[in-house]
Nanobody
Framework: VQLVESGGGSVQTGGSLRLSCAASGVTYSTSCMAWFRQAPGESREGVASRASDGTTTYADSVKGRFTISQDNAKNTLYLQMNTLKPEDTGMYYC?????????????????WGQGTQVTVSS
């Protein structure tokens, strides 16, 4: 399995970004896909996950602002981030795991990308 993130960058408060995760070797019909983030000096935290049946889960801090989606034909996972805040700043990671219970905890996920940096300035 290989996961490669892209789409990060620097935006001002209130701006938007769309992250992409190009995945290879993932069987989407039996996998959880997720986005995590890590701010400097902080632990990695779950942002959003998507199960193979389309069920999505979001951290409370991003509900209503972020949307996780998936294009199976392109083997790509997305994270649309709107109304960005400075506290959304961090390295964003794509993650994958086999199975159907897509909890937003780091130990649930087996495969990780290298991350893409998101910086939101006030």
């Amino acid at each position: 399995v290989q996961l490669v993130e892209s789409g990060g960058g620097s935006v001002q408060t209130g701006g938007s970004l769309r992250l992409s995760c190009a995945a290879s070797g993932v069987t989407y019909s039996t996998s959880c896909m997720a986005w995590f983030r890590q701010a400097p000096g902080e632990s990695r935290e779950g942002v959003a996950s998507r199960a193979s049946d389309g069920t999505t889960t979001y951290a409370d801090s991003v509900k209503g602002r972020f949307t996780i989606s998936q294009d199976n034909a392109k083997n790509t996972l997305y994270l649309q981030m709107n109304t960005l805040k400075p506290e959304d700043t961090g390295m964003y990671y794509c993650a994958a795991a086999a199975g159907h219970f897509c909890y937003l905890t780091t130990f649930r996920y087996t495969y990780w990308g290298q991350g893409t940096q998101v910086t939101v300035s006030s």
